[in-house]
């Protein structure tokens, strides 16, 4: 039924067409600095045009085929090292224009099924669910296309508002030159993955395109974890902060938090999908449907509903967000205290973790996760003891705040929204 979807929208395989022209024609305009970047684009754009033909003739695979020569044009000034930045805003949009042609415009159509999966309380793929994720996505793209761009030698000076030279300083350190590619380049094209993956797919996404919700908690759970990681690593491994990183790394945090619970819909169809006999690896490419139960009209809400999910949404519990400013204040601490040497680093490190878990806790979906600062408070309170450079005053600060934050783990908080068969696995 999707590949259908894909192949039935003509007139976007012909607007389509015209963009494989664009980068045809755009080495003659752009005057490419890399020759292999040039021929990349111009052998790119003569497949576009190649396989949108063919999606005109019914061939079901050419649409997906075309989706890839997308993702590759986007991908292809980081590979190249362009120096040149019009060449990379416009492989860029292309690349994106191309992606969101051939996928994300023909699946926009509604598909049948029930709108909230059974048991739920609400659905966790409507629009009000997803565009702030795709918000968030967007505006780290734009802080990370920033960074890129200073990495590949477009901008002169990087801004950082707050640690002056310090972003400079971790795009062109050791570590950021261990990367192929620019490795902020890399996070930008993630982000823009982010995006994609997020406007893809109707409100039953959940059930109709289970692969797609997997591919899109890929991109923003994993990911964005070992990006905050990264940022977290990058006081210990460079000795500087970077304010766009750190920036990002909070907003990638809400994007961790704010996906989960469609993640759980997609698994929880899936299980329900075997216990009827269905196979589900073909639920798992093909979705599917389950008994209607009760629709979620999503951006068709009233305004006082919308403002009752956004009161929602910013009211995690006292716990949690005690939690995270800890976490905050654990990193902050050995600057404050005097602390050096490994002792300090395991303090920016386990608090940093800290503010992770407590935030992607903070998700009624994620409530369970908030356990791991049970391991991260004792890891807290004992390392000033068995690693060098802590002050007695150090120790002892470490030792309260370590036994506070495993004390702050413990309560669950308040669980507003009913989740079918995972309720009982939210303790």
Do not use: K
């Amino acid at each position: 039924m999707m590949t259908g979807m894909v192949v039935g929208e003509r007139w976007v395989h012909v607007a389509v067409m015209t963009l494989g022209a664009w980068l045809l024609a755009a080495p003659s305009a752009l005057a490419y600095p890399r020759a292999a970047l040039a021929w990349s684009d111009m052998t790119s754009g003569a497949l576009v045009i190649v396989l949108a033909a063919l999606t005109l003739t019914g061939r079901r695979w050419a649409p997906w085929a075309n989706a890839l020569v997308g993702l590759w044009v986007m991908f292809a000034p980081l590979l190249f090292w362009t120096p040149s930045p019009a060449v990379y805003a416009v492989d860029t949009v292309v690349g994106a224009l191309i992606v969101g042609l051939v996928v994300i415009v023909p699946m926009r159509t509604p598909m049948p099924g029930t709108d909230v999966p059974p048991g739920w309380s609400y659905n966790p793929s409507t629009w009000v669910q997803r565009l702030p994720i795709v918000a968030l996505a967007l505006a780290s793209f734009f802080m990370a296309r920033h960074m890129a761009a200073f990495q590949l030698g477009h901008l002169e000076t990087a801004w950082d508002p707050i640690f002056g030279r310090g972003t400079a300083r971790i795009l062109t350190s050791e570590v950021s030159r261990a990367f192929p590619v620019s490795d902020a380049g890399l996070g930008a094209y993630t982000y823009m993955l982010e995006v994609l993956s997020g406007l893809m797919g109707d409100t039953r996404r959940w059930a109709t395109m289970p692969w797609m919700v997997a591919m899109f908690g890929v991109a923003v759970v994993p990911l964005g974890i070992v990006s905050i990681v990264l940022v977290i690593l990058q006081p210990v491994a460079v000795g500087a902060w970077c304010t766009l990183c750190l920036a990002s790394a909070v907003l990638m945090l809400v994007m961790v938090a704010l996906s989960l619970d469609e993640i759980v819909a997609m698994v929880q169809f899936l299980r329900l999908g075997r216990r009827r006999g269905l196979s589900a690896w073909v639920l798992f490419w093909h979705g599917g449907t389950v008994p209607p139960r009760v629709e979620d009209r999503g951006l068709a809400r009233p305004a006082g509903s919308w403002r009752e999910m956004i009161w929602e949404a910013l009211r995690p519990p006292w716990t949690l967000v005690a939690s995270a400013l800890l976490g905050v204040w654990v990193m902050a601490a050995p600057d404050v205290l005097g602390s050096t040497g490994t002792a300090a680093d395991a303090d920016r490190i386990l608090g940093a973790l800290a503010v992770v878990v407590a935030v992607t806790a903070m998700a009624e979906a994620g409530r369970p996760v908030r356990f791991l600062n049970l391991l991260l408070g004792a890891a807290v309170a004992v390392a000033p003891w068995v690693l060098p450079g802590a002050s007695p005053l150090a120790s002892l600060h470490d030792t309260a705040a370590g036994v506070a934050l495993m004390l702050l783990s413990l309560p669950r908080g308040s669980i507003r929204q009913r989740y079918g068969g995972a309720q009982r696995y939210l303790v």
